[in-house]
């Protein structure tokens, strides 16, 4: 039974290296990116935010490798994350995995209840009214929501997280508690990893996870439960700055900019093979 637990923490270059050793034969296996985008690939901001450089380098390259198979996740509308990076062979994943387009332009889309969508609406709706100040701010992920706080005044922010913790109880949401930021779900049973799992088995098959090569990269408490499908199938690596971070994933990486690391490391079986 996967437990969360404290992961090694990747810091250098070689460390990411050796996490994937052994992992990809780029002469058979297929291999699999799922990849999210706000907070693992660039930085969490209220607006879409680029890659950085060395990210955005890698990036194209593997998303142009017909060996592996990439899907960019995000908590926002599908053809806002799509218009963003304008990448022609991935496949996008909105509302995290509500809504799914595969380069071929094939296209499915989960709807939700009405009755969830309108408490969803205004849970974010009073959430905004009420508690948006002083450098708070809301991200609405269509079928959750977070409340953000990191940059609030301590004078303020023990009022505004109590305002809000109550706001998204008495709209019936699980409350999960995080490092600055207050975390609504809906009660039912979807979530990130019911998301990676429709996905994999569109694309490939019921078998996908005796075939594939998968590795998943995420920074927020709903990539936990895609890394808790994962478990012991593929590698997982959560981001996240916290000492204290507990996770099913098999490695954590600080920042943002270390993600290039990992991208990097997977880049370098198919530079390797090209010299050989």
Not at 58 to 70: D, G, Q, S, T, V
Not at 77 to 102: Q, R
Not at 185 to 203: F, Y
Not at 212 to 218: A, F, N, Q
């Amino acid at each position: 039974m996967a437990e969360q637990k404290k992961a090694p923490l990747l810091k250098k270059e070689e460390d990411y290296v050796k996490a994937l050793e052994g992992f990809i034969n780029p002469e058979t296996d297929q291999v699999v990116l799922l990849l999210d985008y706000d907070g693992t690939l660039a930085p969490l901001t209220e607006e879409l935010s680029v890659m950085p450089k060395d990210t955005e380098i890698n990036i194209k390259k593997l998303a142009a490798n017909e060996k592996i198979f990439m899907c960019v996740f995000s908590g926002r509308e599908l053809s806002e994350i799509k218009n963003h990076l304008k990448f022609p062979n991935v496949t996008y994943a909105g509302n995290h995995g509500l809504e799914v387009e595969y380069p071929s332009g094939k296209k499915f889309k989960i709807e939700m209840p009405e009755e969830l969508l309108e408490k969803h609406n205004k849970l974010v709706a009073e959430l905004k009214e009420k508690v948006v100040l002083s450098g708070a701010w809301v991200e609405d992920k269509k079928i959750s929501v977070t409340y953000h706080y990191k940059g609030v005044t301590d004078k303020l922010k023990a009022k505004l997280i109590a305002e809000a913790k109550g706001l998204i109880q008495a709209h019936g949401f699980q409350l999960i508690e995080t490092p600055y930021a207050l975390e609504g779900k809906p009660r039912v049973n979807w979530d990130k990893g019911e998301g990676a799992k429709m996905i994999l088995e569109k694309q490939f098959d019921a078998d996908w996870a005796k075939n594939l090569k998968i590795v998943y990269v995420g920074d927020d408490t709903t990539d936990e439960d895609a890394i808790k499908v994962l478990h012991g199938i593929g590698k997982t690596f959560r981001v996240s700055e916290l000492p204290t971070l507990k996770t099913y994933a098999n490695y954590q990486i600080k920042t943002v900019e270390e993600v290039g690391y990992l991208l990097k490391a997977v880049q370098a079986y198919y530079e390797k093979k090209k010299k050989a």
